[in-house]
């Protein structure tokens, strides 16, 4: 067997460990096995590669990998896991921007002439440049709304999209004049800058609701990048998990839109947000009633002679970091007898899943995580419904008002169990800009007040029930 | 006759498709946050590509220095990512904690087998 064979095989054995990474990740018993599984299949990887024949600078590569390693580290032991989103997105663009520089320095190596470089690797080059510029630049501008180093409001102009499939168009042609013979480098570095713009104003007009959309749809965007690399440098271990990245990407995309019931085309060019703003209000408060206000003395004593209370948690919930108090509150009704689950809407939190990490985190046992199907059928027979800084995802114009702009979205049917109690910091409307009816709604009551605050108070109040 | 590698390449491709979306659609939802973060470490692999052009001989110092940040920004995606989703899945257990030692960061081996599902096995620590 050729020394070539032997670190194919290396890869095959990684490319399985990969697959069996993400089959583990089929239950949390698994998981973390499997991860470990996929870090020794990375390792073995990693050390197949340094035993190809003919690699050369040893030496530096090896001390910048010694360098680099323990930033990453550190970086994700010292995150919270309410910045897991921008976590995610960094790690995106590094991602994206590593497989870009890859495509650079390779089109030095095989292109030094003109008219040397087969179309086949001339495609795939620029593919990993264009996916991997736009997706590093995308997933920056996603990092710094989430982090709030930019508005997350959807930044708009005239003309806009205009603009966009302009410089789209621009850098398809520079692609193809550079396959067509234009091999010099100064053509793909523009071709690399022109694509970083693009990820820059193609996140820009999208509004912070819909990060979770657009962290998978650029979670996609790295793999396909890695993908194109492995054409380059014929490489099966970099195609395989390109392309896993990338149906892992495409699949959480479709269901981020199915979930706020919206295309991906929406998502993208839509600027919710902004747009709806002007139609809110036409539900609200047409039949007169008015909103019920409630002490958390009120409150408590509804939670500790309830049976079954069920928490809807939204993205207020993290933003106060009242998941621990949430958790000590629920512990203090369990000791009381009452039965506590909640109810975990896929888009709360701002990346798919995140809101069973947040309470994870706070020790809440993930069987008592239920998901919108698991959790809808309960809600008739619930006695409290406890919704904290969840708001769109409970809207029941969703569900009965064809004018509403999320009509039609899923949402959680709080507004089917005996009573439902919603803290929030005002009456301001949530992310989406759009009036809520639950609010209005003769069994609801409202605990206004910041998220950890409120629960903060029930704690109290329910410990002197 | 002999197909030629671009060929085999795009059926590894498709496949590679198929098969990470079968695998894939069975991750639930209360994962999906460790499914992004831990398809997000496999991307990293990229790194490979990263150290293969890093490894050429005969370069131009700029190049040499594209291929050396490619390395770097590679071994973080990597490192980063296999070690935030081991923190994040070790934090879901199925049964809460005897002692409520409140919002440690990284304790572990709280997970039990529940005796009511006993296929399940606890993953060795």
Known sequence: MSRSDAIGLAYLVTIIAFILALRFLSSPTTAPLGNRIGALGMAIAIGATFAQ?????????????LVSAPIGAYAARAVKMTAMPQMVALFNGVGGGAAALVAL??????APEPGRIKADVGISIMLSALIGSVSFAGSLVAFGKLQELISGRPIVYPGQKLVNGALLTALLVLAIVVLAGQQRQTLVIALLCGALLFGVLFVLPIGGADMPVVISLLNAFTGLAAAATGFVLHNNVLIVSGMLVGASGTLLTMLMGRAMNRSLANVLFGAFGQVVAGT????????????RSATAEDVA???????????????????????HDVRTLADLLEQRGVEV???????????PGHMNVLLAEANVPYPQLKEMDEANPEFPRTDVALVIGANDVVNPDARSNAGSPIYGMPILNVDESKQVVVLKRSMNPGFAGIDNPLFLNPRT????????????????????? | MHT?????????????IFVGFEVISKVPTMLHTPLMSGTNAIHGIVLVGAIVVAGLPHQSTWIRIVALA?????????????????????MFRRRAPVRDSGPVKGVRGNREVSPTNPEVPDEPE
């Open chain 1, 301 to 323: 004593v509804m939670l500790a002679y309830a049976k079954k209370v069920v928490v809807v948690p939204g993205y207020g919930l993290a933003v106060a970091q009242a998941q």
């Open chain 1, 105 to 110: 320095s390779d089109f030095h190596q095989v």
């Open chain 1, 341 to 351: 689950t909640y109810a975990i809407h896929p888009v709360a939190g701002r990346m």
């Open chain 1, 445 to 465: 009551v409202m605990l206004f007040g910041d998220a950890k605050d409120s629960v903060e108070k029930l704690i109290g109040s329910v410990k002197n029930v």
């Open chain 2, 70 to 90: 490619a390395v770097a920004l590679g071994t973080m995606n990597v490192v980063g990512g296999f070690v935030v989703t081991d923190r994040m899945l070790g």
């Open chain 1, 53 to 65: 024949a003919g690699l050369h600078n040893y030496w530096s590569i090896l001390i910048v990998m």
């Open chain 2, 4 to 16: 030629s590698q671009i060929i085999v390449e795009l059926t590894v491709l498709v496949l590679a």
């Open chain 1, 280 to 291: 809110a209000g036409a539900a609200a408060g047409v039949d007169g009633a008015s909103v």
